[in-house]
C-alpha cells in the first residue's frame, strides 16, 4: 500500500472510530489563546501528559497569540463537537464578550465546561507610603480624597482591573486608575508611592509583603489564604459576596456529547489528584480546586455576570 493510501486509511479509521462513539480517536489540540509562560500556558503543558497517557492520544499544546481569545477560542467553539479541541480557559474568557462589542462566539453556548482546575487568590495591597492599614482606613481616606488616591493595573479590562473596580462600586469611592504595560511595571509603581494600591495575584506580591514595601488590606477570596492567614477577606470586611479570584480551567467545543465530557472531567480529577501536576500547579501560584462539568458552568455563569458588571461601572470598552 503507497504511504498516500495508508495516509487516507487512516484517516478514515480515526473519523470511523468517532462517529461509532471511540473517544479519543486521534490526537488532542490543547489550545492556549495567549503566549507561553502564563498560567493558561502552565496548566495546559502540566495536564497535557497525563491527559494523554490517560486516553491513549497525544495531547498537543498550542499557543495561539494573535487575537488572544476571541481567535483561539473561536477555534474551539466551531471545531466538531468531538471531544479532540480543548481550550485553557482563564477570567478573559468571562471577561471578553461583555467587553468586546465584536466578540465572534458565546463561550456560553459554543463552548462546553470540562472542569475548573484552580484559582488563584487575588490580594490589595497599598503601598508603604499609603497611610492605610486596614481596608476601612483605606476607604475612608478615599472618601475624604475624592479622586485624589490612585491605583495601578496591568491594563484595562483585566481580571485585577476589574476587581479594583468592584470596590470602587461597592464602597461609593473615587480612586484614578493607572494602567500600566505589564504587572512588574504596575508593582514597581506600588512599591515607589506613585500609586496608593493595586490589585494583583498572591504569587507575585508575596516577597514584597515580606520585605515590607507594601502592606495587604484584605485577600479577594471567599475564605483567608493560607499565605496571610491574619489577613481578612473582603468579605469580613464588610463587603458580602465580593470575591473576584483568577482561576483556570478546561473547555471544549459545544454540542459535545455528555460521555466525552464526562472523561475528559475524570482524567482532569484523576491528573490533579497526582502529586507532580499538584506541585507544579501549586508552585505557579495555583490553588487546586477542582469543579466538575456542571458546576464549573455555573461557576462561569456567575464570572460573567459579575465581570460584566464591574465592566458597566468602569465604562471600559474595547471596539
Given amino acids: 500500500m503507497s504511504a498516500s ?12 472510530g468517532t462517529a461509532h462513539g471511540e473517544y479519543p480517536a486521534r490526537p488532542l489540540r490543547y489550545i492556549v489563546a495567549s503566549a507561553p509562560g502564563g498560567i493558561a500556558d502552565i496548566t495546559a503543558r502540566v495536564l497535557g501528559p497525563s491527559l494523554s497517557k490517560a486516553l491513549g ?4 499544546v498550542e499557543n495561539r497569540t494573535s ?50 482546575v484552580g484559582v488563584i487568590p487575588n490580594v490589595l495591597v497599598v503601598s508603604a507610603k499609603t497611610p492605610a492599614n486596614s481596608l476601612q482606613d483605606l476607604i475612608e481616606l478615599a472618601r475624604r480624597n475624592p479622586g485624589k488616591l490612585n491605583y495601578s493595573s496591568t491594563g484595562q479590562g483585566t481580571s485585577v482591573h476589574l476587581a479594583a473596580e468592584l470596590l470602587k462600586y461597592y464602597s461609593k469611592v473615587s480612586i484614578v486608575h493607572v494602567p ?9 509603581a506600588l512599591i ?14 508575596m516577597p514584597h509583603i515580606r520585605s515590607g514595601k507594601i502592606r495587604p488590606l484584605a485577600v479577594v477570596t471567599a475564605q483567608r489564604v493560607a499565605q496571610l492567614p491574619d489577613v481578612p477577606t ?28 464526562e472523561r475528559l472531567e475524570a482524567e482532569t480529577r484523576k ?38 458588571l464591574a465592566i458597566r461601572y468602569s465604562g471600559v470598552k474595547i471596539e
Wanted: proline share 7%; no cysteine.
Fill in 5 to 16: 493510501s495508508w495516509l487516507a486509511f487512516f484517516i478514515s479509521a480515526a473519523l470511523w
Fill in 57 to 60: 492520544q497525544p495531547v498537543v
Fill in 67 to 116: 487575537g488572544g481569545v476571541m481567535v483561539g477560542g473561536d477555534l474551539v467553539a466551531k471545531s466538531p463537537p468531538d471531544g479532540h479541541m480543548l481550550l485553557s480557559v482563564t477570567p478573559q474568557l468571562a471577561i471578553a464578550p461583555t467587553l468586546n462589542r465584536n466578540f465572534q462566539f458565546d463561550p456560553r453556548k459554543d463552548l462546553a465546561p470540562v472542569a475548573l
Fill in 180 to 188: 500600566y504595560r505589564g504587572a512588574s511595571a504596575a508593582m514597581n
Fill in 192 to 205: 515607589a508611592g506613585d500609586v496608593d494600591l493595586m490589585v494583583e495575584s498572591m504569587l507575585p506580591v
Fill in 234 to 261: 473582603m468579605i469580613e470586611s464588610g463587603f458580602p459576596g465580593f470575591e473576584m479570584s483568577g482561576w483556570t480551567g478546561i473547555a471544549t467545543t459545544g454540542g459535545t456529547p455528555p460521555a466525552v465530557i
Fill in 271 to 308: 491528573a490533579l489528584a497526582g502529586q507532580e501536576a499538584g506541585v507544579a500547579l501549586e508552585r505557579a501560584g495555583v490553588t487546586l480546586h477542582f469543579l466538575g462539568a456542571r458546576e464549573f458552568g455555573a461557576f462561569f455563569d456567575a464570572e460573567v455576570e459579575k465581570f460584566a
